[in-house]
């Protein structure tokens, strides 16, 4: 399964970033070959309205089957749920080995819906 | 009183910022008008502060007719739609997402600028219009007729209920229109209709700092002005100094009165309740017709800038958990936010304070401090068109949806009116010639302060910018940044009025929200929207009630809305003459004296602290 994850640096020891659309990067992890690879987060870092989305897309894009974060809000929801894109929220300050181990053992379940109210604009 | 001479008059009624009394000399002027018989025009009272409506709480109107205000959003045919995703990489908001070639569209943030239908190859994207805020028209109200606003909440598009409000002037007659606060783009939409503009104030320091702003907004669109002070003690040497460095005349006064503050907050109209006053205002209204002058251009403090960075705001837009965010709201302003703010940065001795009333930032005026760094913020775009190449065919003029390409008729070119544009793209898109293209536009500056009571993030809106909301992004980035490097417990957000792109950017995400209002009708009914807002976020607001003796009917109200809700009154300030010799010093409450304002503001600090989560 291809994760990705918002971390707040660029290490596989880096906690779970609790912000989706406005995290600093984020980790693509595959839990079959243990790869991972670091995308920066700037492009939205300054957006005014909309992060979430952009964020989602880039996301969808860059091929993540998974996302793992602290917080998703209705937009990004949205968009994650229209690619098929699961999503698991975490709470507490995992690893992303941790946070990955939990979810293929079941301890987690992927979120059925926001779980955050989303803001206008 | 002479007659205007013209078939219409606009008057524009402005401060830089609410709770002036903006809306009570609105809708004195329109009462008294209405009334005076040496006044042979019909009056029309057009309420344009369409975040936070207030006229029509002070009049029983009868709303015949309801016109929706509707603005063109995107609908995809996806028999035609490729998935190409040319759309949503063009859409300047964020509005649209295509994800595995099928389109998304999020209506409330599209701004409706048309860029995603000008650019879809296959013709895929029509504009459908759809409601975001409504204009309630009473034709019959005497003795003046009425109509206002209304801006649906979640909605930023409020300069477009302002436009459609605009075509309902009196085309015969007299429009006086109480226009939004602050000096972002519904301000500039409401005086740039205006023939005259008055401009109301109070003397203190915070007055005077927004009165400039006004002044300075109003030099910039070529509108004539005269002040008018409210709340004046015969003290005002402030404001008329200010005055006369732009040249504009001092046109009225009304005086300070406990009973007219109490009138007010009963939703009562003033020269309705007090003959004496009348006169006052029909003198203001004859001077500002005859002595009206544009403001002269006063040299601001200039700082020197290299060049326009793009990626401002290198801080962290992440909190840590060290230290608690508090952000404070009042939905307009006037009630209080700013002496409440004030005091509780005196009295704090681990925080860090951040200004996000972009528009008309005032929290320096209370802590004497020195800017240790400005730097120029440029997070919108404008369009240029390069006249060299310029065809003349009329497109970008004909499509704009922002009215901003100016056509001279003499000289037979196109410009871009920068006061207008959004940067949406949809000109560049569709220039034939290829003659536009896109240059990055200021949106303000963005400081921090260093001061005895602990640092302060702060920023001034250019007049008239795009992005306040990115603006108020990055003074709470840049203060989260601070809080976090000089390890303090607090931090104290001081918000913006209203309900639009600013307040939503200084809410979401904060730890805690408190509100401050005060126990008048207009004051409730503002708390009622902002609370909409704060609980949109999932955060249970905390509530102040300032003067809250003042009226024992709308306190009860306040404390009952809270009881129902389960919001935590966090404390009662009483009416306190000493208050406004406090703001007048420029000294926080706290710091001022013993009195029993000064005691509440104290006693609600420890209850915040009590409770830091």
């Known amino acids: 399964m291809k994760y990705v994850i918002s971390v707040k640096e660029q290490s596989l020891d880096a906690r779970v970033d609790s912000r989706f659309g406005r995290a600093q990067m984020f980790a693509l992890y595959d839990s079959k070959t243990g790869e991972c690879s670091w995308h920066p987060n700037t492009q939205n870092f300054q957006a005014a309205q909309g992060a979430g989305i952009q964020t989602a897309q880039n996301v969808v894009n860059l091929g993540a089957e998974a996302v793992i974060s602290g917080h998703c809000g209705p937009k990004a929801y949205r968009v994650l749920e229209a690619a098929g894109v699961r999503i698991y929220s975490i709470e507490g300050n995992l690893t992303i080995k941790e946070a990955v181990q939990m979810i293929e053992s079941g301890k987690i379940k992927a979120m059925e819906g926001a779980d955050v109210e989303g803001h206008w604009v | ?613």
């Not at chain 2, 759809?130 to 034709?139: A, N």
């Open chain 2, 1 to 613: 009183m002479k007659d205007t001479g013209s078939e219409s008059l606009k008057v524009v009624v402005c401060s830089g910022k609410g709770g002036t009394g903006k809306t009570t000399l609105a809708l004195s002027l329109a009462w008294t008008l209405g009334h005076a018989e040496e006044f042979s025009m019909p009056v029309r009272l057009l309420d344009c502060d369409v975040e936070e409506p207030n006229c029509h709480l002070f009049l029983r109107g009868n709303y015949a007719e309801q016109i929706p205000v509707l603005a063109e959003k995107p609908v995809f045919d996806m028999q035609l739609c490729i998935g190409c995703g040319r759309c949503a990489n063009k859409c300047r908001y964020n509005a649209i997402a295509v994800v595995k070639g099928k389109p998304l569209v999020f209506n409330d943030l599209c701004h409706s600028c048309g860029v995603c239908g000008a650019v879809c190859p296959h013709d895929a994207i029509t504009l459908k219009p759809e409601p975001i805020g409504e204009v309630l028209v009473d034709g019959s109200h005497r003795p003046f007729s009425f109509m206002f606003g209304r801006l649906q909440i979640g909605e930023s598009q409020s300069p477009m209920v302002i436009g459609k409000m605009l075509e309902h002037v009196l085309s015969t007659g007299l429009n006086i229109i109480d226009g939004p606060p602050g000096t972002a783009c519904n301000t500039v939409k409401a005086i740039g209709a205006a023939d005259k503009v008055i401009l109301v104030t109070e003397p203190t320091p915070f007055g005077a700092n927004d009165l400039a702003l006004a002044l300075d907004l109003c030099a910039q669109l070529h509108k004539p002005c005269g002040i008018v002070i409210n709340r004046s003690d015969n003290n005002d040497g402030l404001i008329e100094a200010l005055a006369e460095e732009y040249q504009v005349p001092v046109i009225g006064k009304i005086p300070f009165k406990r009973e007219y503050a109490r009138a007010c907050s009963d939703g009562l109209i003033l020269t309705a309740e007090y003959p004496e006053l009348r006169a006052e205002v029909i003198g203001s209204f004859s001077r500002l017709l005859s002595a009206a002058a544009v403001p002269a251009v006063v040299a601001a403090d200039k700082i020197e800038h290299d060049e326009c960075r793009i990626d401002s705001g290198s801080a962290a837009d992440r909190k840590s958990d060290d230290y608690q965010e508090l952000t404070v709201l009042s939905g307009k302003g006037g009630t209080g936010k700013t002496t409440v703010t004030g005091a509780l940065i005196a009295l704090s001795d681990s925080l860090v304070a951040a200004d996000c009333d972009v528009d008309a930032a005032n929290l320096r005026l209370l802590m004497n401090d020195r800017v240790l760094y400005t730097e120029r913020a440029c997070l919108g775009s404008e369009a240029v068109i390069e006249q060299r190449k310029c065809i003349k065919c009329g497109k970008c003029f004909e499509q704009c949806r922002f009215a901003a390409i100016d056509f001279d008729a003499a000289a037979g070119t196109y410009r871009v009116n920068e006061l207008n544009c959004e940067g949406c793209g949809l000109c560049v898109e569709i220039c034939p010639a290829k003659a536009i293209s896109e240059k990055r536009a200021e949106t303000g500056n963005l400081m921090l302060s260093e001061s005895a009571r602990g640092r302060l993030v702060h920023a001034k809106l250019a007049p008239a910018a795009e992005n306040s909301g990115k603006l108020v992004s990055m003074v709470r980035s840049l203060a989260f940044a601070i809080a976090d490097q000089q390890q303090k417990e607090w931090l104290l957000v001081d918000g913006p009025p209203g309900t639009a792109c600013p307040a939503i950017a200084s809410v979401t995400g904060s730890d805690r929200v408190m509100l401050v209002t005060e126990p008048t009708i207009a004051a409730v009914h503002d708390l009622e929207r902002i609370i909409k807002l704060v609980r949109h976020f999932g955060i249970k607001p905390e509530i102040v009630i300032n003067k809250a003796d003042i009226n024992p009917t709308y306190a009860r109200k306040i404390r009952d809305l809270a009881d129902t809700a389960g919001y935590r009154i966090l404390g009662e300030i009483p009416f306190d003459e000493t208050v406004k010799e406090a703001i007048k010093a420029g000294v926080p409450i706290v710091d001022f004296n013993e009195g029993p304002a000064s005691q509440a503001v104290k006693n609600i600090w420890n209850r915040i602290k009590e409770t830091r989560k």
